[in-house]
């Protein structure tokens, strides 16, 4: 099969590669459509995020892996021990190892697993025809979602357990700090919650235009003061989810929030933040973060279903395999007017 394998940063090969086996509990995946990720980038430019050096404990595989954690499918094969997945089946996959015994899994809480992982960057992932996924990651797509709206499922499910893990309540004002896809799609999410004002901050005029798109009321912060703006705009802000991570954005959540308010922090950031507690003891005013998601997949599916949240808007391109690094890896990091750009892998 073809395939799009990490080897290191700068190096991502689109070349042949066996297929791997299905055992017990797994389930082989025919891709059809795996979307980029902002890990996937900072994978291929910056080398990091990877399972290197030793095999993840779960998948038991190393680099060279396979990137892409954001894919539908059709179920191709079913191993042993596996049941109420059929062959034939429409499916996107929730990409998410974890060991299911330790404190955090049995809490439910799957997303804090010890033994945490990704397919796509633990284990050999979606930017290829075939993946073989253990059977717990498999939901069964309706047929009313696409196969490109299913590969959109994932970066939802972040977005929308950011919200529902916020203070939000129906009729508060948002602001969302970043445009790229899970900024954009935070604002749906928002939007779908129940939010009455959802304000987006970024730097890129192209970014804030498919915000708006969306609903948000766009702020351009590299040509005004977007806190000002926003708090004379708004009367102030509920929830700020910060989806941007760099300091600026970070001082102007803090700020901006009203009294009891919360910051919610989505994006991964390197990088220390200084974060000034002071205002937040004076406004009662709390900070959270969310990592990924858990329990949502099956909610996020019914919600495309029904049409509450018309998540390919935040398509902006579809690409070939063979054309993953130059029109999509690389694109993505020059070219700001992008958003959730598409690898057709499905015939
Ligand atoms: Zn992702
Ligand atoms: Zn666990």
């Not at 602001?175 to 799609?185: D, E, H, N, R």
């Not at 304000?199 to 009321?217: M, S, T």
């Not at 766009?218 to 989810?241: C, H, L, M």
């Not at 910060?242 to 300091?247: F, L, N, R, S």
Request: charged fraction near 20%; aromatic fraction near 6%; proline fraction near 3%.
């Amino acid at each position: 099969m073809k395939a799009a394998v990490w080897y290191g940063a700068k190096d991502v090969r689109v070349e042949e590669r066996e297929e791997r086996q299905v055992q017990s509990g797994q389930v082989k995946i025919k891709v059809e459509y795996a979307g980029i990720c902002g890990s996937d980038l900072h994978a291929y430019h910056h080398g990091v995020g990877i399972q290197e050096g030793q095999e993840h404990p779960l998948s038991r595989q190393k680099a060279p892996l396979v990137l892409g954690h954001e894919f539908s499918g059709v179920v191709a094969e079913v191993g042993e021990h596996v049941s109420g997945i059929e062959k034939g089946q429409r499916v996107v996959i929730e990409p998410l190892y974890h060991c299911g015994v330790c404190e955090y899994c049995l809490h439910g809480n799957y997303n804090q697993c010890v033994d945490f992982g990704f397919v796509g960057l633990n284990s050999d992932g979606g930017f290829a025809n075939y993946v073989v996924v253990e059977a717990y990651m498999v939901h069964a797509l309706p047929d009313e979602v696409s196969f490109e709206e299913g590969a959109l499922v994932e970066p939802t499910a972040v977005a929308m357990h950011a919200v529902r893990h916020s203070s939000l309540k129906v009729g508060q004002k948002v602001v969302v700090y970043g445009a790229g896809p899970i900024g954009l799609l935070t604002v749906l999410c928002a939007k779908a919650a129940g939010a009455s004002q959802v304000y987006a901050v970024d730097i890129f005029d192209e970014r804030l235009q498919l915000a708006e798109k969306l609903g948000a009321i766009p702020v351009n912060s590299s040509k005004v003061d977007a806190t000002e703006v926003i708090n004379r705009q708004s009367g102030g802000i509920d929830v700020a989810f910060e989806a941007a991570g760099v300091q600026p954005t970070m001082d102007s959540a803090v700020s901006i929030v009203k009294k009891g308010g919360q910051v919610v922090v989505i994006a991964a950031i390197a990088e220390p933040l200084k974060v000034d507690f002071f205002q937040l003891l004076v406004k009662e005013a709390t900070v959270t973060a969310t990592l990924a998601y858990r329990h949502i997949f099956p909610e996020i599916i019914a919600l495309i279903a029904a049409g509450a949240l018309d998540v390919k808007q935040v398509i902006t391109r579809k690409i070939e395999l063979d054309d993953i690094v130059e029109e999509g890896l690389e694109l993505l990091l020059s070219d700001k007017s992008h958003a959730k750009i598409l690898v057709k892998i499905g015939g």
